[in-house]
Nanobody, 121 residues
């Protein structure tokens, strides 16, 4: 059983910052890529940022230069530092991770439950 638990969401004023965390726990052999997605009301879920197991990163154009994704492999945790937040960043943010539960096992994608980020004055 694998769980991803997000934390760090909340209400922030435009121009402010938030740091999201997502910790994976349970029966984990290896975590490959991890990422953050978001879904605003009435819109499809979209990729915000991703990070490989070797540390390579990619970002949506809308967040480049403002958001930074990082990971702590010892803690099975991925972070999303969000700076210069805008009202259009308001959404539920979800983390995901590609995880193998045992050596040689199929890699599955697991999702967190989501955390609300609201950017408003």
């Amino acid at each position: 059983q694998v769980q991803l638990v997000e934390s760090g969401g909340g209400l922030v004023q435009p121009g402010g910052s938030l740091r999201l965390s997502c910790a994976a726990s349970g029966s984990i052999f290896r975590i490959y890529a991890m990422g953050w997605y978001r879904q605003a009301p009435g819109k499809q879920r979209e990729l915000v940022a991703g990070i490989s197991d070797t540390g390579s990163t990619n970002y949506a154009d809308s967040v480049k230069g403002r958001f930074t994704i990082s990971r702590d492999n010892a803690k099975n945790t991925v972070y999303l530092q969000m700076n210069s937040l805008k009202p259009e960043d308001t959404a539920v943010y979800y983390c995901n991770a590609q995880i193998a539960t045992t050596r040689g096992a199929i890699v599955y994608i697991y999702w967190g439950q989501g955390t609300q980020v609201t950017v408003s004055s």
